[in-house]
């Protein structure tokens, strides 16, 4: 069963996608994305458990007024919605996998466990990259200066599909044609404001005690890998899984294998009682 939900929080109508009933798993997609990114994800999940995904401002269906915003509020304003007073699987990638990380240490008591896919983390050290990527990061910051989509859409295909150190169009097919449009309704969306939140998560990490799985590809950026294990041996229960000839969005690249990757992490999770 499937449904779709808008639920207000601020000046916001977030799109919120359900599918199945159960215990609720909720996901939170990447910078570079939309709900879209979990499509099989959510299916397959969804089978079992209360698969819940949301666009957050300025991605996908949302629509938001400008306003600054902490992006945790919006997570948990579906929380309170759609997750039947449960603590909720979490599972982010990227800049939401950064979201999950700051929810996780403000509101514990609503969360059972974390799956994180390549994720950022609020005050990080900065990166240091090898000369070609650092090539097109700086191509990417100029197409963004001129305001030339079709360059930033190319650029951060390269980057976050391909890998940035793989060929360009070394994925093809609906997963580039479903990355490309994901892309170019965020970028022509209107400014929907600065995230407030403020979590200096990085250095909390040991304070998270839930269990924790970490997921990153071995075609990411290395700064990304390097940052994925780091996350993963620093909270209090996190685990480690290496994905061999994948880059920064492997549910679209292996869908099926993220989707079972997924689901037997929640197969063992404790349950909410326990």
């Known amino acids: 069963m499937r449904s779709d939900h808008r639920i207000?929080?601020?000046?916001?109508?977030?799109?919120?996608e359900v599918v199945g009933s159960g215990d609720?798993?909720?996901?939170?997609?990447?910078?570079?994305?939309?709900?879209?990114?979990?499509?099989?994800?959510?299916?397959?999940i969804g089978a079992g458990n209360k698969a819940i995904a949301y666009d957050r401002r300025g991605f996908g269906e949302t629509r938001a007024d400008n306003e600054d915003f902490p992006a945790v509020s919006d997570l948990m304003a579906v929380i309170d919605a759609m997750a039947d007073s449960k603590p909720a699987i979490l599972v982010g990638c990227s800049q939401g996998g950064g979201i999950v990380l700051d929810a996780a240490l403000r509101h514990p008591s609503s969360i059972?466990?974390?799956?994180?896919?390549?994720?950022?983390?609020?005050?990080?050290?900065?990166?240091?990259?090898?000369?070609?990527?650092?090539s097109l990061r700086m191509q990417l910051k100029e197409a963004e200066r001129i305001g030339d989509v079709d360059q930033e859409i190319a650029i951060r295909t390269r980057l976050s599909l391909d890998g940035p150190l793989e060929l360009e169009g070394r994925v093809m097919g609906q997963a580039r044609q479903l990355f490309i449009d994901m892309n170019?309704?965020?970028?022509?969306?209107?400014?929907?404001?600065?995230?407030?939140?403020?979590?200096?998560?990085?250095?909390r990490l040991g304070e998270i005690s839930v269990p924790t799985l970490v997921i990153c590809g071995d075609l990411d950026l290395p700064s990304t890998q390097e940052r994925s294990r780091y996350v993963a041996t620093t909270v209090l229960n996190g685990s480690y899984h290496e994905l061999s000839g994948a880059a920064h969005l492997p549910s679209l690249e292996r869908p099926a294998e993220i989707?079972?990757?997924i689901s037997e992490f929640i197969s063992r999770c404790p349950d909410h009682g326990e």
């Open 8 to 16: 207000a929080s601020g000046r916001a109508e977030l799109a919120v």
């Open 24 to 44: 609720p798993a909720i996901f939170l997609h990447a910078h570079v994305a939309d709900r879209r990114m979990w499509r099989a994800q959510l299916g397959g």
């Open 112 to 134: 059972r466990a974390l799956v994180l896919i390549a994720p950022n983390v609020s005050s990080a050290p900065e990166a240091t990259c090898m000369p070609e990527i650092e």
């Open 184 to 203: 170019s309704v965020a970028l022509r969306s209107p400014p929907t404001g600065t995230n407030l939140d403020a979590v200096p998560a990085y250095l």
């Open 259 to 261: 989707t079972d990757l």
